[in-house]
């Protein structure tokens, strides 16, 4: 586990959580909104990542004050392959606002200028257009469909898109 930054934007505050932000931070993983695309949640998942017992470093994004949802990101790959992935979430009432397209990028910045990765990926359901937007509008770009890639809650399999942003796409 790293030291995890504390980084602002203009509306948006991404920072290392604590216990304090469980139930918080629980009600918008809940959110049906958020649970359809991330499945079922439960306490000691959130307190795990709260906590940096999870694969990922996680960031609780906080707006005025409020718990808007969490951000992770992964670093991967030996010296050669190098990069990171992102994932994110917000309850509902902090979607449709740009909360997540100003999360996303502070964390980009992050991760190319401070973390010195060149390459970024991000991988939404094919079906999640709003987010598929979200990361477009961020720079990322479509790779490609990873086919029957993820289960859903309905059982089935479906379709992903991977993404991803190059450090070399901001500077041209």
């Known amino acids: 586990m790293t030291d995890l ?7 948006v505050l991404l920072r290392p959580g604590g216990d304090a932000d469980t139930d918080e931070l629980l009600e918008r993983r809940c959110d049906p909104t958020v649970a359809r695309w991330w499945g079922p949640a439960d306490r000691g998942e959130v307190a795990d990542k709260l906590a940096g017992r999870d694969d990922a470093e996680f960031l609780v994004i906080e707006v005025d004050g409020a718990i808007a ?18 994932d994110i979430f917000l309850g509902a009432e902090f979607q449709g ?24 990926i991000i991988d939404p359901a094919v079906a999640n257009e709003p ?10 770009r479509t790779v490609g469909v990873m086919r029957e890639y993820q289960q859903m809650q309905d059982g089935r399999w479906h379709d992903g898109l991977l993404m991803e942003l190059l450090a070399s796409d901001r500077a041209g």
Request: aromatic share 6%.
């Open 69 to 86: 949802g969490g951000i992770q990101f992964s670093e991967l790959g030996g010296e050669e392959f190098r990069h990171a992935g992102i």
């Open 5 to 11: 930054p504390r980084l602002t934007g203009e509306r």
């Open 97 to 120: 606002r740009g909360l997540g397209r100003e999360a996303i990028a502070l964390l980009v910045d992050h991760l190319l200028d401070e973390r010195g990765h060149h390459r970024l």
């Open 131 to 140: 987010a598929v937007r979200c990361y477009r509008a961020v720079g990322f």
